[in-house]
């Protein structure tokens, strides 16, 4: 049972590159999130989705677009990546409202 | 609207008690609370919900205090295992669908 698996772990992007992370949870879950995470900034939502086909707008969502096309799958995409962009990326699903989220492993994000 | 969460840090021995109080400006309808190692994803230890109820977890237990729209968690006998980055996550209401995280409190247990 893998749980919450992110791809990739590592990335080094330059600046104007797009690129992708994949989420991917093999526990049915309805509710996916993409946080991101920055020293001395906790956890901020990006985007989120509370079933297949459907996204929602976080606290942070400028510069990112994501896809929920497969209810095991949550894409987040970064069109134009920019330096502000650097971060640790989580990735996390919870089977309802007020339920255990459990989180992928995390994709490490520079931008140069 | 992020919850604050007190105090940053704090560094025991091991035994010692401590105890992490996320505070909202909002009414809440329920608080989150995950603990994180160094380099590992957010773990989920309670959820809170409105209501005034008390939770426990091992020697980890937490309150939710409706009207001072706060949250404590309390850790008891600390164990060098505790150690890690404690946040606080509230949603505001039932249909929230987002739980906004506090900026964490780094918790330090020594031998």
């Known amino acids: 049972n893998a749980g919450v698996t992110q791809t990739p772990k590592f990335r080094v992007l330059k600046t104007g590159q797009s690129m992708t992370l994949l989420c991917a949870q093999d526990?049915?879950?309805?509710?996916m999130y993409w946080y991101r995470q920055d020293p001395g900034m906790g956890l901020r939502l990006i985007h989120y989705?509370?079933?297949?086909?459907?996204?929602a707008k976080g606290e942070v969502p400028d510069g990112y677009n994501v896809s929920r096309l497969k209810k095991q799958n949550f894409l987040l995409g970064l069109e134009s990546a920019a330096p502000s962009q650097t971060s640790v990326y989580f990735c996390?699903?919870?089977?309802?409202?007020?339920?255990?989220?459990?989180f992928g492993q995390g994709t490490r994000l520079t931008v140069v | 609207q992020q919850p604050v969460q007190s105090p940053q840090a704090v560094i025991l021995r091991e035994g010692e008690d401590a105890v992490i109080n996320c505070s909202s400006s909002?009414?809440?309808?329920?608080v989150h609370w995950y603990r994180q190692k160094h380099g590992e994803a957010p773990v989920f230890l309670m959820i809170l919900l409105k209501g005034g109820e008390q939770k426990g977890h091992d020697k980890i237990s937490a309150s939710f205090n409706e009207k001072k729209q706060q949250s404590s968690l309390y850790l008891t006998a600390s164990q060098l295992s505790y150690s890690g980055t404690y946040f606080c996550?509230?949603?505001?209401?039932?249909?929230?669908?987002?739980?906004?995280f506090g900026s964490g409190t780094q918790l330090t247990v020594l031998p």
């Open positions: 989705s509370v079933g297949e086909g459907t996204t």
């Open positions: 996550g509230t949603e505001y209401s039932s249909s929230a669908r987002q739980l906004t």
């Open positions: 526990m049915n879950h309805e509710y």
């Open positions: 909002k009414a809440l309808y329920s």
């Open positions: 996390a699903s919870s089977f309802h409202l007020n339920t255990e989220a459990f």
